[in-house]
């Protein structure tokens, strides 16, 4: 690839947000443990709830188990795009772009996804500081992650 020049910013960006992509899934590996230590518990008589959701969470209001399962599921997938990218970044060819850019999108899509919930969250207004943490950083995700595709295929455009 001959653009050198966009190279750090892809480094920056990956950096950043491999970091942030840490933070969603340590604050979602604690949403996951609470609602599974305080979630439902069916007595002997084996009676669901009135109301019962497979994704129950004791915080939050009727879309954090979504939120959080999904913010989950783009954190790992954002993780593993940071492995292919610091690939790319070092080798910075031609060849190596593929990989990491089709990791980068599936990271992005499912951030995209995750950050609709956490507008849903946002929206019913029923959740802790811990959860509004974590939807910030799934909505400015969203838009680091795309800058982040963009910068490195915008470095193979001028390449030739």
């Keep these: 690839m001959a653009n050198e020049q966009m190279k750090p910013i892809a480094t920056l960006l990956l950096g950043l947000n491999f970091c942030m992509y840490a933070i969603v ?4 590996g ?9 979630g439902f518990i069916i007595g002997p008589e084996l009676k669901l709830p009135a109301h019962f959701s497979p994704l129950f969470f004791p915080m939050g209001n009727a879309s ?6 999904f913010a989950l599921l783009a954190g790992v997938v954002g993780a593993a795009s940071a492995i ?10 031609s060849e190596s772009l ?5 990791v980068a999108t599936m990271a992005w899509t499912l951030t ?20 509004k943490t974590m939807e910030a950083f799934v909505i400015i995700l969203s838009a680091t992650q795309l800058f982040y595709i963009v910068a490195i295929h915008g470095a193979a455009a001028y390449r030739r």
Aim: glycine fraction near 10%.
């Design 98 to 102: 593929p990989s990491a850019a089709s």
């Design 84 to 93: 292919s990218g610091i690939n790319h970044i070092r080798s910075w060819t």
């Design 30 to 38: 604690w949403a996951m443990n609470r609602a599974i230590d305080h």
């Design 112 to 131: 995209l996804l995750a950050m609709g919930f956490a507008w849903k969250e946002i929206e019913i207004h029923i959740r802790n500081a811990r959860l």
């Design 64 to 69: 954090t188990g979504f939120f959080v399962t």
């Design 25 to 28: 899934l340590g604050i979602g």
